[in-house]
DNA sequence: GCCGATGATACCTGCAGGGTATTGAGAAGG
DNA sequence: CCTTCTCAATACCCTGCAGGTATCATCGGC
């Protein structure tokens, strides 16, 4: 059995007539007969009873034409649902995120994602960078997003956005006194750095600003992500260099300063890491919302 | 797209390797290769990513491939039902009754056939004569169950049984007292006669048999059915000739007595007809429990 | 750097699906 | 009652495509 059996079956069901089923299918009428002979020989059930007003469907065909209309149906769908797939518009997106660093664009990125693909279900996993990298190379997750990420052989990076850094404060401490905050005096008070874990990370951007300036950092606390950061400093741990985003971070106790005289390079990236050799469609579609964002944001 | 398609790219998804599927299906390599190649060019959609080690499926051809494998369990599905409509098995069979006399070969009947074809549904219609023969015609019922069928050009005829006739009498008649009733005594006494509508009808037997024995009876009421004669014969309307399935029917008041020296004949049948360009395997599948029936009550 | 495995390509063959011409059977109509 | 019309079925031919064999291209692993 074939699909133009069904397809050559429900016509001649719906005209009652090979012949009119014959034109409507633009063939000719004996393979037409032929063909429905096939398929009831195959089946070894007699499907119509020849008429000599036409064909008229027997109980068993009457049956098998509901079924055959619901198979072409599900063929047609099954077709249609591949190709949304094929184009990235129907499926399912693993993304890895960082602990707490996606305060801004991540959230504003998957928004726009999700409107323009939203039958794509985005999967979202909490992993650290080092985890990102494995669970791409075991495609448990199709892109990732971090900072600082290095070059690797097998792992494509494109920058999604770039940050200014801000200081947090304790709002007693000497510094939130002063009108302005030059970066230079930071190597007078004692700071908490983020994140432990994979290296190089934003830990090492920050020493390297401040080797950039001549001085090495005091390093009061070393922690996990940028939440648990400024919940130590709002404790008087010290201050805390931060990607501007973190200000949506609002602790009591800690305000958010500018910083004069900074370094160059005075930034931090967020990018997005995924496979060189994925060709997934719904990866493609979304680098290309990520390229929009970028170019929205510029 | 083609059955064979879809059978070929599950084989393909489920080895991840052609040559394998290949082996599986009993073709060769290149064959299934190209019939891949087509699919995926007629879906316009990459279903595999081929890798060194074989082939891997893209996230549109995981989907795919549930569609494929419901479309071949529901074409599996279309034919094994289809045959089984073919030999009978399942679908529907209509079947005209009449009034009240299906006292006791009807329901065993259906019964036996219900058994034996559990997948058919059987539907009952309460029709008369008349409007069984019209129903057989516009095909709203395949069967029908009648007595005093007489033969018609489009309509075969079975019997299904034969009964002989008991008189229904008040209790309180005088011919209740008489140990032995004989059959031309009825023509002293009033009768109740049923059924009322088309003739040729159990009227005209009892009327007939009246007339063998040499008397035309008193006709004191004609009913609708055997039911309401024998209501009436417990008002005291008269005695009444039934069926003997009618003694199922239980009325204070009357009792069912055997008569003697009864005519030639003293019987009534109970016949189905259906029309005899009646191809349809569940009438056959009927009229074949209907032989079994007559054979183990014959 | 060679070998083995895997998928892709090239080319051939046989069959099955589609075409034309015709027959057969039943219904309609003069 | 014979003719004619309408359908489906049959006979026969032809072309396109599924499937076969041989071979190539590519990538990992020893």
Known sequence: MDLRHLRYFVAVAEEENIGRAAARLHISQPPLTRQIQQLEEELGVTLFTRTPRGMELTQAGELFLEEARNIRALVEQATERAQRAGQ????RLDVGIFGSAILDAIPKLLLAFRNRYPDVKVVLHTMTKAEQIEALRQRRISVGFNR?????ADLEIRQVTTETLLLAVPARHPLAAQPVIRFAELQDHPMVLFPTGARPSF???????????GFQPQISQEVGDAVT???LV??????????????TLQFP??????LADTPPNFCVDLSCIYRKDDQSPILAAFLNTVDGYREDTA
């Open 229 to 231: 950061g400024v919940a």
């Open 88 to 91: 990235g518009k129907l499926g």
């Open 148 to 152: 600082m990420l290095a070059p690797l």
């Open 253 to 258: 106790g800690v305000i958010y300063r500018q």
């Open 203 to 213: 830990i090492d951007k920050v020493i390297g600003l401040c080797a950039d300036s």
């Open 234 to 247: 709002a404790g008087g741990f010290g201050v805390c260099l931060v990607p501007d985003s973190a200000t």
